[in-house]
């Protein structure tokens, strides 16, 4: 019998975003908690999450700190996601998010430091794990900033310890980390963004940003990225079609609830569509995704707003 693909995600910069809605905000003033949550967070742990719920089969592999591993463990079973957690002798930070009530509109967003007593051999147990797991036609997503404390070749490692085991990589890495793995192996997909992408060979700031897209998008297919994609924020994702640079965008009006998290809900809806064997709905997967987590949609109700919106997609030519 046949295994489905997997989408398995890494994140070696966890924690936990707690959401706390108030009346307002207002500097040096006095609000209302009015509600509070707080889920086990990280871009690939984001991305994990939105996957499951756009079913795909998805697991969570994550550092995270020794004294948490237990209850960020107990989160994730609670939410259905498999996980891998590698333990770090130090807390896992928080980060905060206000939200205000009525308008559902994000205040303010902050984040806490990244785990700075994780060590090589730390990473090393979670990439002897991933790769004791990984299956042909799985999808692992490599998602977000490194603690500082690493070296900027860890990411290039997991891609090295991954080549030739028939799975599809995707990054989601930015500035050194980016060109590290980009350089270890052939990815399937990488994401920077508009501005992610000068820190890409020949991909210059004195350019319009159109142009300076379809060069990274060239730059990027010219590592041996399969489906190479810069995003665009609100003006969508550039990407190549039939060879051709274009970009696609979602004309829905709408709310702008949650701006943060976007991205992450944008790869999940890439990997899930690779994951599926529908590399050709990957970006529109991604945009309806993305779409949806703006708005503020969490399990419920994606799947119709998902099935609404990737049709209307629109797709014109770059470059």
Not at 258 to 266: E, I, N, P, Q, S
């Amino acid at each position: 019998m046949t295994s489905v693909p997997v989408v398995r995600t890494v994140t070696l910069s966890p924690g936990y975003d707690d959401h706390f809605i108030v009346t307002g905000v207002e500097w040096g003033g006095v609000g209302t908690v009015v509600d509070y949550h707080s889920v086990p967070a990280g871009k690939g742990v984001n991305l994990a999450r939105t996957a499951s719920w756009l079913g795909a089969s998805a697991w969570a592999y994550a550092l995270v700190g020794e004294p948490d591993a237990a209850d960020f463990g107990a989160r994730l079973d609670a939410e259905g996601i498999p996980h891998a957690l590698v333990a770090v002798p130090e807390h896992t930070r928080h980060n905060l998010t206000l939200t205000i009530a009525g308008t559902g509109q994000t205040a303010a967003h902050t984040v806490g430091r990244r785990l700075r007593r994780v060590t090589p051999e730390h990473v090393a147990a979670l990439r002897e794990r991933l790769v004791a797991d990984v299956r042909p036609g799985d999808v692992v997503t490599l998602n977000g900033a490194l603690p500082d404390v690493l070296p900027t070749d860890t990411w290039a490692g997991f891609v090295r310890a991954l080549d030739g085991r028939g799975v599809r990589i995707l990054l989601d890495l930015h500035d050194e980390p980016l060109l590290a793995a980009l350089g270890a192996g052939r990815a399937y997909a990488a994401k920077p963004n508009e501005e992610e992408v000068l820190v890409l060979p020949g991909v210059t700031a004195d350019v319009d940003p159109r142009r300076r897209a379809v060069a990274a998008l060239r730059v990027l297919a010219g590592y041996g990225v399969v489906m190479p994609l810069v995003t665009l924020g609100a003006h969508g994702v550039a990407h190549l079609r039939d060879g051709r640079a274009v970009v696609s965008s979602v004309p829905v009006g709408g709310p702008v609830i949650k701006v943060v998290g976007a991205g992450d809900a944008f790869l999940a809806g890439v990997a899930a569509a690779v994951a599926a064997g529908r590399d050709d709905d990957a970006v529109a997967l991604g945009l309806a995704a993305a779409t949806a987590h703006v708005r503020g949609l969490g399990r419920e109700g994606l799947d119709a707003f998902v099935r609404e919106v990737m049709p209307r997609v629109m797709t014109t030519t770059l470059g």
